[in-house]
């Protein structure tokens, strides 16, 4: 009997050859969306890390001439171009320079919250019985516990910094983490693929590392980048609310919340740190959509051959 | 014009997918008359059940584009018929059942519901189509017919979901009957039951049967006519017999020498100390009793082939073996200590003498690693086998050795086809130079020639290094070229064990002969004996 | 059934009476309530009687003791921002809150139920690509913000709409809306997933081959296979919306239990925080109940 003739069908990818990084990329740019997507939230970031670096001044300097000035008038410069807030200081540069905070909370509360419930989720989905339902009422707990009143309790207790809030909001985020990984590993677990490791003799340690991780992560990956935005919006409802940062810091949010008296005569004022925040979440969906089939092994072709992918 | 019920010209049908462009079938004519069953025979990939979606419209549109050909019914071309046309002839005058009829069921109406729907689309009473849908029931042979109407799908056994799927098709006494795949994933006992009983209802309605099927023993229990079908081409047609024994075509005689079950069978010869010795093992799950006191015994480098039908506890058995679960009694004695008496952790070294190929490559594979980082996981695990500086050799010894290029290695399992995948997990569990191999229904869900390649190279590798096998089939064929002794489980217990001659040449428990009689032979005339036979044991 | 109910119960129960500790211990963190109802120049004798009269001079413990003992008889203490019994405050404001939740999510899960399903069924075409935006930005979309701008074109420029309070139909026109688009966002796009899932399921074929028409396949066949991670995402967000929109009540002035808990928290009326609390647990606990029923009603593979 002829044992090879099969080999010689193999399905090939030339893409495979390429290194992974160039190959994310490739993708990337065939995704016209996601590709807009990425830039602005690259945009973002380079605002987050440079603004106030460079426009920090010009978005403190108050200017009371120039107070609640009309957007798309080039006669107080490129930077009034968005308008002016009650204190004359120039929208642009504010929203650039609000960046970073928005950013550093986002970004340092949903790390915490997914490290933190991931790795309890992992826990509770692997260990025994007990152990998990122990977790799982721990997530309860947390989940139907009201933010505003962490919030509240953090602002009069502590001082309402950046560090707090990323505290406040990665701590009701471990839920959704924890529940996602939890559900995850179950199924996962239940594989072949970890029997067959089970069967080789490979260590818990190994057979959670190196098969089941790998396996959830992009699911982890994707609620992260979905997470982003949803913290972004926690983080500015709380400001707007007057229980997040406080002026003098700046963030979206709090731009939003200043702006709100003045609504009648000038709207720019809520409108344009608005209109930062919603393209920033609408982004990250799109990016996060965009993931969620480009770090699947089994799905990516969709992304490699262009076209319209269908989903 | 056309004398035929069906027919099917120069059809064409072409799908746009990520590859490129698949022909999926080329030029395929084929015709049916009443009262005849043709069947489409082919492997996975062939495109044999193209011309079935076409005729039925469930092919999508796009992706799928019908590039060229008619389908003629009644003298008209469904092909130019408007969409509600062919809804009207879908169900009424050409019914249609499918594999795994669990999936193709709704799950979540009763099944009464869902026979009587076929009727109530097609303009018939609602009250008129469940008294019709009640002696259907009663026709198909459930049990409880009354009560089985307000029952789901998920509460019947896999074949009496076929029989519930015939119901349906046979509501409005259609003139065409398509059966795609109809018994595969059913216990052979059960398939013969399905396919006497579709052939009973064939003889009442004088509907012509067209049935799409991978198994040569389908064809010659049921099949008039044969068309043979490879890459969406047919390369032979004619009566079933005459194509059977006298195959003009290369591809259909590769086909039937590959149907396993005619070599040299063996006689066993158990030499030495045993390997292996399972005594007395049970395994409750809560009340249900997996396993009843079962013994086995493995010799150095011998083959044990567990045969048994679903819920016969063969796969229980092994998984206790290597502790994926946990027994309630018995011992498994290895190199002179008990395997079950063990802490995990103290069975981890033992791990490497004995490794396992599971029945789903596709799922015993990780999907994020690479071939490579499969196969040399192994060695990161048992750090005295291969040393590091070597991995990459001896992965590309290991795949040349189960008949795959050492560039695979960088390949992800995806990328693989069935069978090249249970290569890789075949290698897999050769890289821990193991002393027995667990193969837990291993070529079930290959293709017979593919089938057929993997036991080869098993054999090969038996007698080249001297490994023990554990081999669990459903199916009494796959072992008989394989295995020294053979065991016949039944509901977790063993009926009968013996060599692999006195198995199937002498087999003494009735359950043995029916399992036998139940196989189906690939030659249509054996194969005629082999139901008279059965009948015979039925009656008895 | 009545086995999972009493699971359900003793779970819930379990975790609210911890929420209730952290609750009451953590909420005393952030003050003493006396300064912020007395006036400034308040006398200590007066403070003292302040403090004497809520029980504030207790240890800790004691006043956690009493407020046991009392919510044994039903007892939720008074509100000392209103002079009235907690209870009765927050059932006030939970009932305005229930109709805009009930009236929200009705509307929520009937446009997304149905455009989703459309959408899935032509997948890739127009009306597809254009939904999926629509539902993304909404999903994107920040409340008060949305509010906002509402607020600016509907009742100033245009001055359609009033800006807040109750009363007539209008006032719930705006909250109703400003809340609708988050919630329609994300569980269309659930829906559209799992309406395109479904369609591609072997059941669907058997369906075409019988002769069914696509209108019965869509809603009859597919729809009620796919509810099943529809009705999960919709109970988180009817769960959202129970425990108050906070922002979008406060913005519209709308007497709900979001407001109420916020006005609470700032003020330190911890008795109405703790009722506020125990009643939302007690309708998202019957809302997860009627889910549970409704999953038994959908798929008659699930078994309590």
């Known amino acids: 009997m002829t044992e090879t003739v099969e080999s010689s069908q193999t399905p090939v990818l030339a893409e495979d050859e390429k290194n992974p990084v160039a190959r994310l990329l490739g993708m990337l740019w065939r995704d016209k969306f996601a590709l807009c997507a990425a830039l602005f939230i690259l945009l973002m970031v380079l605002c987050a890390v440079f603004g106030p670096l460079l426009l920090g001044d010009a978005a403190s300097h108050q200017n009371l001439r120039g107070r609640n000035a009309p957007p798309f008038s080039w006669s107080n410069g490129w930077l009034f171009i968005l308008g002016a807030d009650a204190l004359g200081r120039p929208l642009l540069a504010r929203i650039v320079v609000a960046a970073q905070n928005t950013m550093m909370v986002a970004s340092g509360a949903v790390a915490c919250s997914m490290i933190i419930g991931t790795a309890l989720g992992m826990i509770a989905g692997y260990a025994s019985r007990r152990v998990g339902e122990a977790i799982m009422r721990l997530a309860d707990v947390i989940m139907s516990f009201p933010s505003l009143l962490l919030a509240v309790i953090v602002l009069y207790v502590f001082a309402p910094s950046v560090g707090n809030l990323i505290v406040v909001l990665a701590i009701t985020r471990i839920p959704v983490y924890l529940r996602t990984s939890r559900a995850e590993v179950l199924e996962v677990r239940e594989r072949m693929f970890v029997q067959a490791a089970q069967v080789m003799g490979a260590s818990t340690g190994r057979i959670v590392f190196c098969h089941i991780l790998p396996v959830i992560m992009p699911t982890i990956v994707t609620i992260a980048t979905l997470d982003f935005a949803f913290v972004m919006l926690a983080e500015s409802s709380l400001s707007f609310l007057g229980i997040g940062i406080q002026s003098p810091e700046i963030t979206w949010g709090l731009m939003v919340s200043q702006g709100r008296s003045y609504l009648v005569h000038a709207w720019w004022l809520s409108f344009w740190p608005g209109l930062a925040i919603i393209l920033t979440t609408l982004s990250l969906n799109l990016l996060s959509n965009w993931l969620r089939i480009a770090l699947d092994p089994v799905q990516r072709w969709r992304l490699e051959i262009g076209g319209k992918s269908n989903d | ?540 | 059934m009545s086995r999972l109910f009493r699971q359900r119960a003793v779970t819930s129960l379990f975790s609210l009476l911890g929420l209730i500790v952290l609750v009451f211990f953590l909420s005393r963190l952030t003050g003493d309530p006396t300064s912020l109802f007395l006036p400034i120049d308040a006398t200590d004798a007066m403070r003292e009687n302040f403090r004497e009269l809520h029980g504030l001079n207790d240890p800790l413990l004691l006043q956690f003791w009493h407020y046991i003992v009392d919510l044994t008889h039903l007892d939720f203490g008074e509100s000392i921002r209103k002079a009235r019994p907690a209870i009765d405050v927050v059932i006030e404001a939970f009932g305005w809150t229930f109709q805009l939740a009930i009236m929200t999510m009705a509307l929520v899960a009937f446009c997304a139920i149905v455009l989703g399903s459309i959408a899935a069924f032509r997948v890739g075409g127009k009306f597809d690509r254009l939904v999926s935006l629509v539902s993304l930005i909404g999903a994107s979309a920040p409340d008060f913000w949305i509010a906002i701008v509402a607020i600016v074109i509907f009742s100033i420029n245009i001055g359609w709409l009033p800006t807040s309070g109750t009363g007539s139909i209008a006032h719930w026109i705006l909250p109703i809306a400003v809340l609708f688009i988050r919630p329609f966002g994300l569980i269309l796009q659930v829906v559209r997933g799992s309406m395109i899932s479904a369609l591609g399921s072997a059941y669907v074929k058997t369906a075409k081959a019988k002769g069914v028409k696509n209108t019965p396949i869509i809603f009859v066949h597919t729809l009620r296979n796919a509810m099943l991670p529809v009705i999960t995402v919709m109970g988180d967000q009817a769960a959202a919306l129970l425990n108050g929109a906070v922002v979008v009540e406060t913005i519209f002035g709308f007497p709900g239990v979001g407001k109420l808990m916020i006005d609470s928290i700032l003020q330190r009326d911890f008795n109405v925080i703790l009722a506020a609390i125990m009643v939302t647990a007690l309708a998202i606990f019957i809302m997860n109940l009627l889910i549970d029923v409704a999953y038994l009603f959908l798929d008659p593979r699930i078994r309590y």
């Open chain 2, 1 to 540: 014009m056309t004398d035929h019920l069906l027919e099917v010209r120069n059809l064409s049908v072409r799908f746009h997918t990520a590859a490129g462009i698949v022909d999926a079938v080329r030029n395929v004519s084929w015709h049916l008359d009443r009262g005849e069953t043709l069947a489409i025979l082919g492997e996975s990939g062939s495109g044999k059940s193209v011309s079935a979606s076409a005729i039925m419209n469930l092919i999508d549109i796009p992706p799928g584009e019908i590039t060229s050909g008619e389908i003629l019914f009644d003298g008209n071309d469904l092909l130019q018929q408007t969409a509600e046309e062919r809804r009207q002839v879908n169900g009424k005058r050409i019914a249609m059942i499918f594999q795994d009829p669990l999936s193709h069921l709704n799950p979540v109406y009763p099944v009464g519901w869902q026979i009587a729907e076929t009727m109530r689309v097609h303009g018939k009473d609602p009250a008129e189509a469940n008294a019709r849908a009640l002696d259907l029931v009663r026709r198909v042979g459930l049990p409880n017919p009354q009560q089985a109407l307000e029952k789901y799908p998920h509460q019947f056994s896999g074949g009496q979901r076929q029989r519930i799927m015939i119901a349906m098709a046979l509501a409005l006494k259609p003139d065409i009957l398509i059966a795609d795949e109809p018994t595969t994933a059913l216990d052979v006992t059960v398939q013969a039951e399905v396919l006497a009983l579709l052939e009973e209802l064939q003889a009442e309605t004088g509907m012509g049967l067209l049935l799409i099927t991978h198994d040569l023993g389908v064809v010659a229990e049921t099949a008039d006519r044969v068309v043979v079908m490879n890459r969406g081409e047919i390369v032979e047609t004619g009566p079933a017999s005459e194509v059977y024994h006298n195959p003009r075509d290369p591809y259909t005689r590769r086909l039937i020498a590959a149907a396993p079950g005619k070599g040299e069978m063996r006689d066993g010869n158990s030499q030495g100390k045993p390997l292996l010795e399972m005594k007395g093992v049970e395994k409750a799950f809560g009340s249900f009793q997996a396993l009843k006191g079962v013994d086995l015994t493995v010799f150095p480098g011998e083959t044990v082939a567990i045969v048994g039908e679903s819920g016969s506890g063969k796969s229980t058995l092994v998984k206790t073996l290597v502790r994926l679960i946990e027994p309630t009694a018995g011992q498994a004695t290895w190199n002179g200590r008990d395997l079950f008496a063990m802490s995990l952790k103290e069975m981890r070294p033992v791990r490497r003498d004995i490794q396992m190929v599971f029945q789903d490559p596709t799922q015993s594979l990780n999907p994020r690693m690479t071939i490579f980082e499969v196969i040399s996981e192994a060695w990161r695990i048992h750090k005295d086998v291969v040393p590091r500086a070597q991995w990459r050799t001896r992965v590309a010894e290991l795949l040349t050795q189960v008949g795959l290029l050492p560039d695979h290695a960088r390949r992800y399992p995806h990328q693989f086809s069935g069978g090249q995948r249970q290569r890789i997990a075949i290698a897999r569990a050769l890289a821990l130079e193991p002393k027995l191999i667990v193969c837990d229904e291993a070529v079930s869900a290959l293709d017979v020639s593919i089938q057929a390649q993997v036991i080869a190279l098993l054999d090969r590798l038996r007698r080249d290094l001297g490994i023990a096998f554990i081999f669990i089939a459903h199916d009494l064929p796959v072992v008989r070229d394989f295995a020294d002794h053979v065991l016949v489980m039944q509901s977790g217990a063993v009926v009968e064990k013996g060599t692999t001659r006195e198995i199937f040449e002498n087999p003494k428990s009735l359950y043995t002969k029916t399992l036998l009689a139940s196989g189906l032979d690939p030659d249509p005339e054996v194969q005629a004996k082999r139901r008279a036979e059965r009948k015979e044991l039925v009656d008895a």
